[in-house]
């Protein structure tokens, strides 16, 4: 393949054992690759986070095309497991493996070659800026939002945004993403009063309460899907009480529900349900309940327009598939990019992410160099 090789900087990313937050070298050698090629390359560092911006072109001169993606995978679990060394990058008949391969340093691999081909063999009348974190798979306090905080600071900017993340269910091409759905954990402590089960009138059972109180929010429909959105889904994901044995009545209990969100709520107004549905729980038993929530995500959708038709036209011209566009999915960077400018994502196939033996075919590497390049020509034509 002519221009950059994009498998090569992969299997390079690859072999840095990157597990968030750790960088292992990662990002280094990209702000190599882009300095040389003309970029203007600082590290924006925070809380222990290590982040690179990179622009080729002036600042403020013309329209700027960006993109995103991240370094730092999630861990391995057990080595053992893997029939191919995590970090080894090797590739047998026509696929590598090692962690990271498809979320998302093929993609990371992808866009950067795709950019430093693009500027050095018809530099446009604008500006490419690169966003890349060391802070997705983790928190993701300190990578992509610490970036955007460093560019509103530096006058820095982005007309249009495409995050790298692998996005195809299937097949190359299959699948653009949007939008994606908010996201949302709420932990809840019951606390009664112990006792002895044969004595229960002397004691205030937490557990029924809980039960209640799960059963009342799995069993509420938050909504019937939206235009762009499948139904808002609301997940049990513990229930707990840690007690071992039978004649005690435990003091307290604990559960926790993810609930994942469409654009008919809010993190707030998800609380605000919450926190009636405890108290009218608390006040029909006489419990104590202490409710903790965490807000990951609110959802948003970058409406069908200009750029995702961009993108499906390049992917279309690419793959020969014309690409559904979809808010499914769990979160992602563009939570964030989305209050900057208009963003979708579109990347591999990622039926292997996360999972022993991750894997990608060489071939959807070059094919995605080949979409993103295209539509820095088609943006900048």
């Not at 112990?194 to 039960?211: F, W």
């Not at 998800?270 to 309940?289: C, F, H, K, M, P």
């Not at 964030?336 to 991750?358: N, R, T, W, Y």
Request: aromatic share 6%.
């Amino acid at each position: 393949m002519p221009g950059t090789d994009p498998v090569d900087l992969t299997a390079r990313l690859v072999r840095c054992a990157s597990v968030t937050p750790a960088d292992d070298g990662a990002l280094e050698i990209i702000n190599e690759m882009l300095s040389r090629a003309g970029f203007d390359c600082v590290w924006v560092e925070r809380g222990g986070i290590r982040n690179l911006f990179a622009r080729w072109g002036r600042k403020g001169n013309g329209k700027a095309f960006g993109f995103n993606g991240h370094t730092d995978v999630v861990p391995v679990g057990n080595s053992d497991d893997w029939t191919m060394p995590p970090f080894g990058a090797e590739i047998r008949d026509g696929i590598m493996y090692g962690r990271g391969t498809t979320d998302m340093k093929s993609g990371v691999a992808a866009f950067v070659t795709a950019a430093i081909d693009f500027v050095q063999a018809a530099p446009p009348d604008g500006s490419v800026v690169l966003t890349i974190t060391g802070d997705e798979e983790g928190e993701s306090v300190d990578g992509t939002a610490a970036l955007l905080d460093h560019m509103a600071a530096q006058g820095e900017r982005m007309d249009v945004c495409l995050v790298g993340e692998p996005t195809c269910p299937e097949r190359m091409g299959d699948m653009i993403k949007i939008g994606r759905r908010g996201s949302m954990t709420a932990w809840f402590e019951v606390i009664g009063t112990q006792g002895h089960s044969a004595y229960p009138h002397r004691a205030n059972n937490p557990l029924p309460a809980m039960m209640r109180l799960m059963d009342r929010l799995a069993s509420h429909t938050l909504d019937a899907g939206t235009d762009h959105f499948d139904p808002s889904t609301l997940a049990i994901v513990t229930v707990d009480t840690g007690n071992p044995v039978t004649n005690v009545i435990p003091r307290s209990c604990s559960a926790a529900v993810n609930i994942r969100f469409n654009d008919r709520h809010s993190g707030a107004s998800l609380t605000e349900w919450l926190e009636n549905e405890v108290s009218q729980v608390r006040d029909a038993y006489g419990v104590e309940i202490k409710l903790r929530i965490k807000v990951s995500g609110e959802s948003f959708i970058t409406p069908p327009g200009a750029l995702s038709a961009l993108v499906s036209a390049a992917v279309e011209a690419e793959t020969g598939v014309k690409p559904e566009l979809s808010t499914t999915g769990g979160t992602s960077d563009a939570r964030f990019i989305k209050a900057h400018c208009p963003v979708v994502e579109f990347g591999l196939v990622g039926q292997s992410m996360h999972q022993v033996d991750e894997h990608v075919a060489i071939e959807q590497i070059h094919q995605l160099k080949a979409i993103y390049g295209r539509i820095l020509r088609d943006y900048f034509a």
